[in-house]
């Protein structure tokens, strides 16, 4: 089984400050990892993903996150927050099943204001 | 500039009446999903299918129902809406990468009221 955990739903920064947003997962063989963000009202775009072929991986929006398998962590971080990253962040799993094709796990979320 | 639509984004009904959200994606995707979404909560799976014919029920048990008659269509029905189908629904298609990893492309989603 997979699972993510992202700890703390809410997180609140000052415009400026380092966003760290937290994501814990669970899976039995070597996982896709990806994060999310959704703006109000909006489906889900995705941010950045880990594949395997480095362990920091670049996204859009000046984010980045760290893969670190002996804590089983994927924490993504943006150096100074803006005003316009106030949105819902989902972290989430996959692996790739002969069966069934690939299926993503989602965390519950992580909704991060962003304070002037 | 969206490559998969949903429609309608908002729909307030009556309770017992049937309805259909539509989603169609232009980018030849063989695997669309359904999610369902509360406010302030995360996606469940209600339905997926891996293309034309081929159905699957997803992880969270839901009362509607799917078909995938043409590779960019997907729409999802509900027989007779209750106050407890008030959600909204999100589709998403995906390609398998290069790299193996399955990016889904969601909708914007449809909000569904059910008074």
């Known amino acids: 089984a997979q699972s993510v955990t992202q700890l703390g739903s809410h997180v609140s920064v000052s415009e400026g400050a380092l966003v760290l947003l937290r994501c814990n997962y669970s899976?039995?063989?070597?996982?896709?990892l990806f994060w999310y963000v959704q703006y109000p009202n909006q489906g889900l775009q995705l941010l950045l993903k880990?594949?395997?072929?480095?362990?920091l991986v670049k996204g859009i929006n000046g984010f980045e996150a760290e893969f670190k398998k002996s804590e089983t962590s994927f924490h993504l971080t943006k150096p100074s927050a803006h005003m316009s990253d106030a949105a819902e962040y989902f972290c989430a799993v996959s692996r790739y099943l002969e069966t069934s094709g690939s299926r993503l796990t989602f965390g519950e979320g992580t909704q991060l204001t962003v304070n002037p | 500039e969206a490559d998969i639509y949903q429609t309608p984004r908002y729909l307030v009904i009556g309770t017992g009446k049937k309805i259909t959200l539509e989603c169609s994606q232009t980018m030849g995707h063989d695997k669309m999903y359904w999610y369902q979404q509360d406010p302030g909560m995360e996606l469940h799976l209600i339905h997926y299918s891996y293309g034309v014919n081929s159905t699957e029920k997803g992880d969270l048990s839901s009362e509607s129902t799917v078909s995938r008659i043409r590779t960019e269509h997907f729409p999802l029905t509900l027989e007779s809406a209750r106050p407890s189908h008030t959600s909204q629904y999100l589709c998403a298609s995906s390609e398998q990468g290069a790299d193996g990893a399955n990016v889904l492309t969601f909708g914007a989603g449809s909000r569904l009221t059910v008074l």
């Open positions: 899976s039995s063989v070597p996982p896709y």
């Open positions: 880990y594949t395997s072929a480095a362990t």
